[in-house]
Structures are given as structure tokens and as C-alpha cells.
């Protein structure tokens, strides 16, 4: 019998080799290396998680929240480090979507046959 996991383990480990990977360690790394973008950073993730917090739980964001995430939002970009990193955070979730079909392909065609 296959044990998946011995292949998703070889496939995070090969992951942390991708461009992508190592352009968010790189993104990360300058953001906390400038201590006001860090905070902001910081300041937009807290804000985040607190809204999808709510919104997970079916209950809708209370306005502050909303504008406080939006003010946020615009002070991140004043901050190219902040900018840089969403750009990589992208590059690499479009990656991870790719191998997610790879992934998920056999079911995908088990559907099709049926």
C-alpha cells in the first residue's frame, strides 16, 4: 500500500527549492527587516484574522473592523517591502493552485467518467 504522506513530505520539502518559496522568504525577510512596515504588517494581519474570524463564524464584520482593515490597507501601500511580498504571495498560491489540480486531477476524472 502507498503511503501518501512519504509523497506530500518529498513534495513540501521540494517546494521550499521552487523560485516562488524562496522570493516569499526573501519578500518576509525585508518586510521584518523594516521596523515600520513590520508593524503595519503586523497592524493588517491582526485586522484580517479578526474579519475572517467573523465572517467564518456566519456573523458579518462590524464596520469598525471593515474600516479599520481599509485605513490598513492603505497604508501598506506606502511600503514597497509590504507590496513585494503580496506579489510573491501571489506568485506562489498561483503555484500551489497548480498543484492542487495536479493533485486533485484523478477525482476530477473519476467524475467524468461517471
Known sequence: MVNI?????????????TPQYKNLAEALKAVHENEAANEVFNRFQETQRVVNEAMQTG??????????????????????????????????????MQINNTLTKPIAVLYEEN
Open 59 to 96: 456573523q458579518e464584520p462590524e464596520e469598525a473592523q471593515i474600516q479599520e482593515w481599509q485605513e490598513i490597507a492603505k497604508e501598506i501601500e506606502q511600503y514597497d517591502e509590504i507590496n513585494k511580498l503580496m506579489e510573491t504571495e501571489q506568485a506562489l498560491n498561483q503555484l500551489l
Open 5 to 17: 504522506f512519504d509523497n506530500i513530505n518529498a513534495a513540501a520539502k521540494d517546494l521550499e527549492e
